[in-house]
């Protein structure tokens, strides 16, 4: 069975950090391209993040580059995202996807397997 289970999300003060995690499993990754996707209450998802597999190549969204990083790890077949300097607008529920080497990396289109979400919120 092929899963995406995301952990890591919680409630953090403005400027602090959280560590999201995505664990992946039933098939070999290795060539696709991992996103992380967030929606806030009542707004459309958007696109935060993402990062090659294989590569390591990593593309940002400009409201969270410079506070956001992602990184793998191969041996655990896991990705993660550091999220620093946050703001209460980075509250959502963040969702991780994998795409076979999505055209558009920051169409949520191009991503076939989804995670279940884990819901982040920033106080102000």
């Known amino acids: 069975q092929v899963q995406l289970v995301e952990s890591g999300g919680g409630l953090v003060q403005a400027g602090g950090s959280l560590r999201l995690s995505c664990a992946a499993s039933?098939?070999?990754?290795?060539?696709?391209?991992m996103g992380w996707f967030r929606q806030a209450p009542g707004k459309e998802r958007e696109f935060v993040a993402a990062?090659?597999?294989?590569?390591?190549?990593?593309y940002y969204t400009a409201s969270v580059k410079g506070r956001f990083t992602l990184s793998r790890d191969n041996t655990k077949n896991t990705v993660y995202l550091q999220m620093n300097s946050l703001k209460p607008e980075d509250t959502a529920v963040y969702y991780c996807?994998?795409?076979?080497?999505?055209?558009?990396?920051?169409?949520?289109?191009?991503?076939?397997?989804w995670g279940q979400g884990t819901q982040v919120t920033v106080s102000s």
């Open positions: 039933g098939r070999t990754f290795s060539s696709y391209v």
């Open positions: 990062i090659s597999w294989s590569f390591g190549d990593t």
């Open positions: 996807a994998a795409g076979p080497q999505p055209g558009s990396w920051s169409s949520e289109y191009e991503y076939a397997i």
